[in-house]
């Protein structure tokens, strides 16, 4: 077993700041847009849903390939130099979670009754205010919503292996490591890696549920 | 001052009292509060869903205005409960002290007790209208159900089809409804269109007695009370009318009969059983209905 203590440490801390970066980014650009479209009236809004509704299933491959083709080196960013790096990783998932937040957003928003915006500007609420009130009342299926973003994403390995390039000590992620411990053979070790993935998994989401649940109670 | 906005489903009242809000335009106005038939709290306390309009306005002494009115209503006790806790009456009247600590120049509410049970309704129908009175304030009170419109009306608007059709003292509207829409939404039976000369109401249809002088367009009401049936017109008494017509129908309602007769227009008149067994009335029976040329109502 060549790899040591050390090297898993990397590979964790890795994960946790690509995949955190990524969640963080997707939340606030997922939420806006989920609040802007269930809210709004603007011409195309019809397209945007469809095409957020089709976001949320899209196969990660593919969104690494692309990614892959704009951040090459002859690529319209190229000159970026973030191709294999864990800036390219974290662009791939953020297009990967946003369109499922965005989606599980927009459907909550649109469920709340007309009436209830209705009385809540007769009060004299602000845009900010309304917003504010929705949040509340809606706390509970955002933090679902955040949940299923960042379930997209941690477990995600086809788009970070094509554009993060899977390089030991600088791109190398536990599902990629996984994957590689896999090939080499190294049955054992691929599967500890894999049990501290879904310990890390399940304390993540663990953590968000213990917030749902309280604010389900306050 | 309270006006009932009164009409049927889907006539439009929701959303005549909306354009009033501000809701459908956008711009709310700050002189009005709003009641729906839903109380439509949001996940706070009670006492935070009452504060919520005040907080929205940037009011001051929000915590005094506030426990005034949870007073008022008698439910300072469930101020610190969560909204989706309390009973359906309960909800209800945090809404009303929602909208009502607002200090609004016109309350407006739709259908604000329908979904509560009659003995609540009644009880906050009275509560609320006394507050309105006490406070001043003029309202719109929407609602589909006349008994509660009457109940609480000063002023009587009939709404159908998205148009006001009448505005007026609930007693003068029941008694002259402009026109057979109104009247048939209000209950009203027997109502005519038609012209009257030389005491005499007439139409295409129909001609019979009335107490009125010369008109060229006319409103007649007979009230189903005061026909009476027969099997044989009457004779020698101009003031009464005897009018031919066949039965189309005979309904039992409880203790009485109503009984729908094509006698040139259709009229409905209500007879109690044994007149239904001693006339031996049914359907397609030749019958004379007979009533007082000073009970047809014109107008």
Known sequence: ??????????????????????????????????????????????????LINTG???????????????????????????????IAMIIAQVILATPIIAGLTLATIQQVPQKMIWQAKALGASGWNLLWLLIRETRLSLLAAVMAGFGGI??????????GGNIR??????????????????????????????????????GLTLIQQKVKKS | MIKALLGPNGAGKSTYLRRLMGLESGEINPAMAMVFQEPLLFDLTVFENVALGLRFRKASDIEKKVMFWLEKLKITPLKDRRAITLSGGEAQKAALARALVLEPKTLLLDEPFANLDLPSQLALRQELKGIISEKGI??????????????VADVLMIMIDWKIVQEGRPEDVLQRPAGQEVASFLGIENIFRGSIAGSVFKNQKINFEVAASNQDSAWAIVHPEDIILSSEPLHGTSA????????????????????????????????TRASVEALNIAKGRKIFLIFKATAVEVY
């Open chain 1, 1 to 50: 077993m060549q790899n040591n203590f050390s090297d898993i440490i990397a590979i964790i801390l890795l994960t946790l700041r690509v995949s955190g970066s990524a969640l963080l980014i997707s939340v606030i650009i997922g939420i806006s847009l989920g609040f802007f479209v269930a809210l709004r009236e603007f011409p195309g809004r019809k397209i945007l849903i469809g």
């Open chain 1, 56 to 86: 949320m299933g899209l196969p990660p491959v593919v969104v690494g390939l692309l990614v892959m083709i704009v951040l090459w080196r002859a690529g319209p960013l190229g000159f970026l130099e973030w191709i294999y790096s864990p």
């Open chain 1, 154 to 163: 941690i477990s995600e390995v086809g788009a970070v292996m094509m554009v």
């Open chain 1, 169 to 206: 000590g600088e791109t190398r992620v536990m599902t990629t490591a996984i994957v590689l411990e896999a090939q080499k053979g190294n049955i054992n070790f691929a599967l500890i890696l894999g049990g501290i993935l879904l310990v890390l998994s399940f304390s993540v989401n663990f």
């Open chain 2, 138 to 151: 003029s309202a719109v009170w929407v609602t589909h159900n006349k008994a509660e419109a009457l109940a």
């Open chain 2, 240 to 271: 009464r009318n005897s009018l031919e017509g066949v039965v189309l129908d005979v309904v039992p309602e409880g203790l009485s009969y109503s009984v729908t007769i094509d006698a040139g227009e259709v009229f409905r008149a209500v007879v």
